[in-house]
């Protein structure tokens, strides 16, 4: 947006030369500029567009200035921002960056509180754009861009927080020290997590306090995950480039050296520090997490510890638990009110009108409740999660949990069943299912002897288990009952390992989302090809998904011939 009638002063207009020409050791002039910020707004924005003889010098760069706000009287949080944001910025340039995951930095200035960084083009297309549309693929592209590129910021930071400090208290010498911080947000949310079960008539138990004090420490204090985290990741606070197939992580101004499963967990938790918070389907949150893993697997030893990590992202859940879910109670416990709404783009799904808070209260509560379940971690957070989830609804009874971002509305309004990551405990129901389908399905396309050695009636599960963990595996479940429908699972090479559906819930649906979301999960690892050998049986379902025959084959197992097909599918990125 073009706002006239605002001006940049000519000493800040000098220094901003002198940085540049500074930076890139060469003459360089201003030949014009362009206001991208309302005149109301905390920053100012200005696309400064340069001439110069050298090719080094971009032909335009943001110009980011930090204004005093009314509100904060001695100024010091405005100045804590800007300085967050700069040093955030500096440190992710200074540090080796396998992918361009943030802009470049070109320079600031304490004095008239600026920064200069790269231009990362116009319009501005954020994960908004994707998500409140009505695209399903175009969203999980733009969401496995934005998950690899956190997951490169946190790993290529990892192990170098020194530099960050360094640099921000260089920047803000009056910055809050570690033990300030953790003696602020313990006081904060402790006393909000006393509220919030005041509120509703809850005992707060003694074991519950001590839960909550373990999770704000074991966040903030220097731990196998602590990196930069960003702090406010929000669709909205990315660059995306779907063309370049890559992704700019902006807005550094909440950024804390802290764990970085806070950053991971985001998706999980709704998106819990932004105004476009909806869900996203857990077939697709699992391998876009997947990636955010791999990412961190590159530098951080304890994201390939299964505990460790299940530990940590737990005790994610539960801090965004008490700093972004509880203390909404109080605003909304008489009467839900509207969340504000950002800019959407012109055909965007998103209304405004319907972003109640209270669903974003519901959906957090069970997403916790959730995963401390599945973990069998923080039996006292969730024991009082789970509580004040049935008194708030029968309060809130016309209350209703987050709906999916608009891109994924469509595809699974009616779907009976989801997809989870495979889990240790469910292998005898796996095998027990592979075991039904083989014989009572691939039975029109093999007899009997081949059938007993495909799948025979006594397995060896510890193969099995093996295996499944080893791969990226996943199993459809039943909404209503729990029962799993079908399985799947991806090796890293890109072979598709195994896929079967129930006998008695063919042609549902099942097999094409398990394959799908192993597909999905390929792209965001860089996979450029799925192959796998594919039975009669199951020829015409691949041909129909896309896949090509490479050959038809007769294999040997156990001394028996089988006739399948090697076939192939070449993947988009696009």
């Known amino acids: 947006m073009n706002v006239k009638k605002q001006k940049i002063h000519p000493d800040v207009l000098q220094k901003m030369i002198q940085i540049l020409q500074n930076h890139f050791a060469t003459d360089l002039e201003i030949s014009s500029f362009d206001f991208l910020s309302e ?11 340069l ?15 930090s204004l005093p706000e009314v509100s904060d009287q001695d100024d010091k949080e405005a100045i804590a921002r800007f300085a967050r944001d700069w040093a955030g910025l500096e440190f992710a340039n200074k540090i080796h960056q396998s992918i361009h995951n943030v802009p470049y930095f070109y320079g600031g200035n304490k004095e008239y509180r600026f920064i200069l960084i790269e231009d990362l083009g116009a319009p501005h297309i954020s994960l908004v754009d994707s998500l409140t549309r009505r695209c399903r693929e175009n969203a999980i592209l733009s969401l496995s861009r934005f998950m690899r590129a956190l997951g490169s910021f946190h790993a290529s930071g990892f192990g170098k927080t020194v530099l960050y400090e360094t640099i921000l208290k260089k920047i803000d010498e009056n910055t809050e020290t570690l033990q300030e911080s953790i003696g602020f947000t313990q006081t904060d949310l402790l006393k909000k997590l006393q509220d919030a079960n005041s509120k509703l008539n809850l005992s707060l138990t003694v074991e519950c306090i001590s839960e909550a004090k373990s999770v704000i420490n074991s966040l903030l204090t220097p731990g196998p995950f602590t990196v930069l985290t960003h702090g406010d990741i929000c669709p909205d606070n990315v660059f995306d480039h779907e063309g370049a197939r890559d992704l700019q992580l902006i807005d550094f101004e909440w950024g804390a050296v802290r764990n970085a499963l806070l950053d991971g967990t985001y998706l999980r938790m709704c998106m819990p520090t932004c105004w476009c918070a909806k869900s996203i389907p857990e077939e697709v949150i699992i391998a876009l997490e997947i990636t955010y893993r ?11 510890d299964d505990v460790a990590y299940a530990k940590a992202y737990t005790e994610a859940c ?3 638990l008490l700093q972004q879910t509880l203390p909404f109670l109080d605003s909304t416990f008489e009467k839900d009110r509207l969340g504000p709404s950002g800019p959407v783009p012109e055909d965007s799904l998103w209304k405004a009108e319907e972003n109640w808070v209270r669903p974003r209260v519901l959906s957090r509560l069970q997403a916790f409740i959730h995963i401390a379940s599945r973990n069998n971690l923080l039996p006292h957070l969730r024991k009082m999660a789970e509580d004040m989830l049935f008194e708030i609804k029968q309060l809130w009874t016309d209350a209703k949990l987050l709906e999916f971002y608009p891109a994924f509305k469509t595809s699974i309004a009616n779907q009976k069943f989801y997809i989870r990551a495979y889990e240790q405990g469910d292998e005898a129901e796996i095998y027990q299912l592979f075991y039904d389908t083989v014989h009572y399905v691939n039975c029109r396309d093999y007899n009997k002897e081949q059938l007993d050695v495909w799948a025979p009636k006594n397995p060896d599960l510890s193969q099995w288990i093996k ?5 990226y595996t996943f199993v459809a479940i039943d909404k209503k009952n729990g029962k799993i429908l079908g399985f799947s699972d991806l090796e890293k090479n890109g072979y598709l390992n195994r896929g079967y559906v129930h006998k008695d819930y063919q042609n549902q649906g099942i097999g094409k989302a398990l394959l799908e979301v192993r597909e999905h999960l390929a792209i965001a690892l860089g996979i450029p090809k799925l192959f796998a050998d594919v039975s009669i049986t199951a020829k015409a379902f691949f041909e129909h998904c896309g896949y090509l025959t490479e050959a038809k084959q007769n294999k040997e197992l156990y001394g028996i011939q089988f006739r399948n097909y090697r076939m192939i599918k070449i993947l988009t990125f696009e």
């Open 39 to 49: 005149a109301e707004r905390r920053n100012i924005l200005v696309r400064i567009k």
């Open 51 to 65: 001439h110069s003889k050298s090719n080094s010098v971009p032909k335009s760069i943001i110009f980011k200035q």
């Open 294 to 304: 791999e990412e961190l697997k590159q530098t951080i030893p304890a994201a390939s």
């Open 318 to 320: 539960g801090f965004w």
């Open 467 to 471: 295996s499944l963990a080893e791969n």
